[in-house]
């Protein structure tokens, strides 16, 4: 068995948009009475859209209609697409293109996995569209992490099987999934207390690509 494909997460391993997800949940805690902490956004990584707003609610024991939960994403959505819409390529991880373009030299498919809805539009942002052979997002699955789906419908995408294929993750929502999937999960970034990855890279300008294939 040979490492044959890599499925990254987006928000958190290509680029920092966490900061701007935050800003968006503490509007819609205030209009819950509620203060979000740096903690709980934490918590929030890697899981889908309507998941965080129930975690929220959670939280701040709110109870409110379907109707008022709909408006609540709509407007935390319209205001992170405002943040989104300012983000240039200079925001893609220093090192992530020369180390994704030495992976893609190497005969290694690349795809990116994310719970977000709008991976698609983060990734023509940073101008990175045609840096992979696919792109699976919140919205195409049925569940999103930590449930596999993302990371199997990547791995078909790729027409690899998932044996041979290798998550990158930043959240502990996206290592349980790709555990799910029986997919092998390095874990991106400094966290220390994630449980499930194999390695840890704590950036990409020293990621090693021979250390990820010494996985298989
Ligand atoms: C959603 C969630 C966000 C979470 C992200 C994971 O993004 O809202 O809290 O961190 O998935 O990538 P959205 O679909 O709103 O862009």
Redesign the pocket.
């Known amino acids: 068995m040979s490492l044959a494909a890599i499925i990254y997460?987006?928000?958190?391993v290509i680029t920092d948009?966490?900061k701007y997800?935050f800003e968006s949940?503490k509007w819609v805690s205030k209009q819950l009475d509620y203060k979000l902490s740096e903690k709980q956004n934490l918590k929030?990584?890697?899981?889908?859209?309507k998941?965080?707003l129930e975690k929220i609610l959670k939280w701040s024991g709110s109870r409110i209609s379907e109707a008022q939960k709909q408006h609540l994403l709509q407007m935390?959505?319209q205001m992170?697409l405002e943040f989104i819409d300012t983000m240039t390529p200079s925001e893609i991880f220093p090192g992530f293109k020369k180390f994704n373009s030495s992976v893609k030299e190497n005969g290694i498919k690349v795809a990116i996995g994310?719970?977000?809805?709008?991976?698609i539009r983060i990734i023509d942002k940073l101008d990175l569209v045609l840096d992979f052979h696919a792109i699976v997002?919140?919205g195409m699955t049925e569940h999103?992490?930590p449930e596999p789906d993302i990371f199997l419908l990547a791995a078909e995408k790729l027409q690899t099987p998932t044996s041979s294929c290798l998550v990158i993750e930043d959240?502990q929502a996206g290592l349980s999934a790709a555990k799910k999937a029986g997919i092998k999960g390095v874990l991106y970034g400094e966290d220390k207390g994630l449980k499930g990855a194999q390695l840890q890279i704590k950036n990409w300008e020293h990621a090693h690509l021979d250390k990820l294939n010494d996985l298989f």
């Open positions: 997460n987006l928000d958190g948009t966490a997800h949940w929030l990584k890697g899981i889908g859209r998941e965080s935390k959505n992170y994310s719970s977000s809805r709008n991976a997002d919140g999103t992490k959240s």
